[in-house]
């Protein structure tokens, strides 16, 4: 059975960083493509960022270009997201996905989402 677990969540700063991990364990996460997705109090859940199973390629919302990377590191089991520049904006739950459907222009949550880890950015 495949568990889904994020780590590095926190309080910081405007204008601060975090780097969120998200490690598959279980079963070799590099046979993921994998996302991020976050969850503001009130609001529907939206897609943040994604990566192909390769590590090659990478995709990001509009919110997060410029900012938050995502990276992996196979070896590990580990999907990272960088944020930087962070906003109060950002403030919100995040959550790890594995086993989406990753293409060149959009990525599908599959059926494996880690508990979310919170993430909150004062003024």
């Known amino acids: 059975q495949v568990q889904v677990v994020e780590s590095g969540g926190g309080l910081v700063q405007a204008g601060g960083f975090l780097r969120l991990s998200c490690t598959a364990s279980?079963?070799?996460?590099?046979?993921?493509?994998m996302g991020w997705f976050r969850q503001a109090p009130g609001k529907e859940r939206e897609f943040v960022a994604a990566?192909?199973?390769?590590?090659?390629?990478?995709l990001y919302a509009n919110s997060a270009k410029g900012r938050f990377t995502i990276s992996r590191d196979n070896a590990k089991n580990t999907v990272y997201l960088q944020m930087n520049s962070l906003k109060p904006e950002d403030t919100a739950d995040y959550y790890c996905?594995?086993?989406?459907?990753?293409?060149?222009?959009?990525?599908?949550?599959?059926?494996?989402w880690g508990q979310g880890t919170q993430v909150t950015v004062s003024l």
């Open positions: 996905n594995a086993d989406g459907t990753y293409t060149q222009f959009y990525y599908i949550a599959g059926r494996l």
């Open positions: 279980g079963r070799t996460s590099s046979r993921y493509d």
């Open positions: 990566i192909s199973r390769s590590g090659y390629s990478t």
